[in-house]
């Protein structure tokens, strides 16, 4: 690489950095204290109920308005308060019983200081694209393996398939060992690439976001699967094919592992597999 354009770089890597840097002073010096063993459960939780509030909104809403209907997967299907609660209530219990004290105990083991520079911009998306990508392959074969063993399905993950018509709640709705499966898929991955702080908290609020779009039951103009192109990411109506059939669509956001090996069983409309 010449000189000229390793100077270009720099530069480009510099830019990126300052861009980030006053969002991170402010994430680190604000009244927020991310690095209290309070926060992770906080952050998780608010995060996803925020994500889920609107499509429960929406769900209640839906059946006195015809427009929205157009947009859901079973236009006649809206959860019941009976289904609703016991999704939430599990979340809960589950992070404060069992999330909280694990992350107190990390946190006492492992305490970590917040390096005072930002990341990159680019070194930022990049750690997110990986990581998403890492968990896509990992969710992909424990999904396979929690499906064709019976023992594992029966044990761990039915609980996650008792509602066949997804929704927004229910997205978090399973097994303590799922949980802290998926939970540990992410520790793995973002201690590998040594993300920096604030791409991990940018990786999970992505991360929470695409998990409750896939389970909402709305597939939008909008939804993320139309933004990505060539069918490479698989969605809403993606996902919602798996809770109806059980035997495809096993990896949680792309689709090219369910491509590669014969499990992908929804082709959407103009694109040629």
């Not at 926060?39 to 609107?54: E, N, Q």
């Not at 429960?56 to 609703?84: E, G, M, N, T, Y």
């Not at 998306?125 to 392959?137: A, K, P, Y």
């Not at 695409?210 to 996902?239: C, I, K, N, Q």
Request: glycine share 4%; hydrophobic share 45%; charged share 10%.
């Amino acid at each position: 690489m010449s000189s000229h354009n390793s100077s270009e770089l720099q530069v480009l890597c510099s830019s990126g950095q300052l861009l980030l840097q006053p969002l991170w002073d402010r994430l680190r010096t604000s009244k927020v204290p991310i690095q209290s063993p309070f926060f992770p459960v906080i952050f998780a939780i608010v995060t996803y109920l925020g994500f889920c509030l609107p499509f429960v909104v929406l769900d209640f809403l839906s059946p006195w308005v015809p427009a929205l209907r157009r947009f859901k997967i079973h236009p006649d299907f809206s959860p019941s308060v009976q289904q609703l609660l016991p999704c939430l209530g599990q979340t809960l219990y589950q992070h404060l019983v069992f999330v909280f004290p694990v992350t107190l105990l990390h946190w006492l083991c492992s305490p970590s200081l917040l390096p005072p520079e930002a990341p990159e911009l680019l070194q930022l998306l990049r750690d997110v694209l990986l990581c998403l990508l890492l968990f896509d392959g990992e969710f992909f074969v424990w999904h396979v393996l929690h499906h064709k063993v019976p023992w594992l399905y029966r044990a761990f993950h039915k609980v996650h398939h008792q509602n066949p018509a997804p929704f927004a709640l229910a997205t978090q709705y399973m097994s303590l060992w799922e949980l802290f499966s998926l939970g540990f898929f992410d520790m793995v991955n973002i201690t590998l690439l040594r993300s920096h702080p604030l791409t991990v908290l940018t990786f999970h609020v992505l991360n929470i976001w695409l998990s409750v779009e896939d389970h909402s039951g709305y597939d939008f103009p909008w939804s993320t699967h139309r933004l990505v192109p060539f069918g490479w990411y698989g969605g809403v109506a993606h996902h919602d094919l798996h809770h109806s059939q059980f035997n495809c669509n096993f990896a949680p956001y792309f689709t090219h592992w369910d491509r590669i090996l014969g499990t992908c069983g929804l082709h959407p409309p103009g694109v040629q597999w």
